[in-house]
């Protein structure tokens, strides 16, 4: 089974910190996506990635970077956290080849910035 | 452009219970369909998905989903519902490319299953 692992499962930290969340996964996929989930707006797409060092902006990249040195890990960088980051930051993967290629999902980070 | 639009944000149904999440989406091309289920503290998981062919669609747990296109829809419906089945679903569309980049999510429907 596809297994994606997200570092975290519950964060708090201040408001200007900055903020790591990290997501490896073991299947060899290329593509690699950070959503945001927030109660009735559903998952919005933050970044992803379709190979190493390789990024793309998805619907929502103000606030944040990424980072993908490894084909296997991806890195979700909050430069100077703040309140309305609060949120589900989800992380999933999927093969570059084959469209319609499932998404496989972590369990997600509750990141709370107070 | 595309979207989807999920009918009822909370649905509740007995156990035994037919279950009917509603899903209508707008797309200028064909679009590929997906639902997704999430269970509590997990992440997405795929339920089934149509891209092209037959437009009844099965998938895991005794789920399936039917394509209409003349109405735009996607419902997911299950004969009898169980408590197992108690979660949040979400349908998203791709466009004909069926690339994840362009995947839209619907805002979601949680399933409460009474006894």
């Known amino acids: 089974d596809v297994k994606v692992t997200q570092s975290s499962r519950y964060l708090v930290k201040r408001t200007g910190e900055k903020v790591f969340l990290e997501c490896v996964q073991d299947?060899?996929?290329?593509?690699m996506f950070w959503y945001r989930q927030d109660p009735g707006l559903g998952l919005r797409l933050i970044y992803f990635s379709y190979d190493v060092k390789m990024k793309e902006k998805g619907d929502i990249p103000e606030g944040y970077s990424v980072s993908r040195e490894k084909k296997e890990r991806f890195s979700l960088i909050l430069e100077s956290a703040s309140t309305n980051q609060t949120s589900m930051y989800l992380c999933?993967?999927?093969?570059?080849?084959?469209?319609?290629?499932?998404?496989?999902f972590g369990n997600g980070t509750r990141l709370t910035v107070t | 452009a595309q979207s989807v639009t999920q009918l009822g944000s909370h649905v509740s149904v007995s156990e035994g219970a037919l279950v009917l999440l509603r899903c209508n989406y707008s797309?200028?091309?064909?679009?590929?369909l997906f639902w997704y289920v999430q269970y509590p503290n997990q992440g997405l998981q795929l339920l089934l998905k149509y891209t092209t062919g037959a437009t009844l669609v099965k998938g895991i747990n005794g789920f399936e989903a039917e394509f209409k296109k003349s109405e735009t829809s996607f419902h997911l419906t299950k004969p009898s519902a169980h408590m197992s089945d108690a979660a949040e679903y979400f349908c998203?569309?791709?466009?004909?490319?069926?690339?994840?980049?362009?995947?839209?999510f619907g805002s979601g429907t949680q399933l409460t299953v009474l006894p």
């Open positions: 998203a569309v791709s466009g004909p490319s069926g690339s994840a980049r362009q995947l839209t």
């Open positions: 797309s200028s091309v064909p679009p590929y």
């Open positions: 999933a993967s999927s093969f570059l080849q084959g469209n319609n290629s499932p998404l496989h």
């Open positions: 299947m060899d996929h290329e593509n």
